[in-house]
């Protein structure tokens, strides 16, 4: 049981470039989220996911966007990055949402 | 609209001192609360959490919060801390929008460091 997994670990981006944040659970849940940490802040909420096939914005989902095709992925796409896309990036799953979120190890994404 | 406050940024306790992490939250229904760590370069792990049962809540690592829904607070505590409890540590909230809502919504709290001096 491998929990959340997220991949790449590592990746630097040049401006206008584009590139998929890879997200698998293999605990069943229904529920699934992006988040991005900026330095010194708390996690803002990027998109979410009820189910396969059902996805929402979260508070900061400019500049982004997902799809739930299965149960277990949740690939969060950015288009044409930018400096303001720096961050490092959770990927989280929970069922339901008033149980615990499992994390995954995050992926810092530094874009010059 | 759900929110949450964490009252101080930063902490800083002697090794063996008692550790107190506030924070407020605000919700309009019948929230979950819950205490996330993060350690230097990890990712967050589940100290405890609250969702309407014992209002006391015991969570790993000697740390336990009390939910008080007359102040809307739910403060982390541990009687005596330890060099390893140095980490950032999140208050959480999830809960309804609005009666409706099919869902719940989930907000951090910006989170409180803490240091602890040998």
């Known amino acids: 049981n491998a929990g959340v997994t997220q991949t790449p670990k590592f990746r630097i981006l040049k401006i206008g470039q584009s590139m998929t944040l890879q997200c698998t659970q293999d605990?069943?849940?229904?529920?699934m989220y992006w988040y991005r940490q900026d330095p010194g802040m708390g996690l803002k909420l990027i998109y979410y996911?009820?189910?396969?096939?059902?996805?929402d914005k979260g508070e900061v989902p400019n500049g982004y966007n997902v799809s739930r095709s299965t149960t277990e992925d949740f690939p969060l796409r950015l288009e044409l990055a930018a400096p303001s896309q720096t961050s490092v990036y959770f990927c989280?799953?929970?069922?339901?949402?008033?149980?615990?979120?499992?994390f995954g190890p995050g992926t810092r994404l530094t874009v010059l | 609209a759900q929110s949450v406050t964490q009252l101080d940024s930063h902490v800083s306790v002697s090794e063996g001192t008692p550790v107190l992490l506030r924070c407020n939250y605000s919700?309009?229904?019948?929230?979950?609360l819950f205490w996330y760590v993060q350690h230097p370069n990890k990712g967050l792990q589940l100290l405890l959490k609250?969702?309407?049962?014992?209002?006391l809540v015991k969570g790993i690592n000697g740390f336990e919060a009390e939910f008080k829904k007359s102040e809307t607070s739910f403060h982390l505590t541990k009687p005596s801390a330890h060099m390893s409890d140095a980490a950032e540590y999140f208050c959480?909230?999830?809960?309804?929008?609005?009666?409706?809502?099919?869902?719940?919504?989930?907000?951090f709290g910006p989170g409180t460091s803490l240091s602890v001096i040998p």
């Open positions: 605990m069943n849940h229904n529920y």
């Open positions: 959480v909230v999830s809960d309804r929008e609005s009666p409706g809502a099919s869902y719940d919504k989930v907000i």
């Open positions: 919700s309009s229904y019948s929230p979950s």
């Open positions: 989280a799953s929970s069922y339901p949402t008033t149980d615990t979120q499992y």
């Open positions: 996911s009820v189910g396969a096939g059902i996805t």
């Open positions: 609250y969702t309407s049962a014992a209002t």
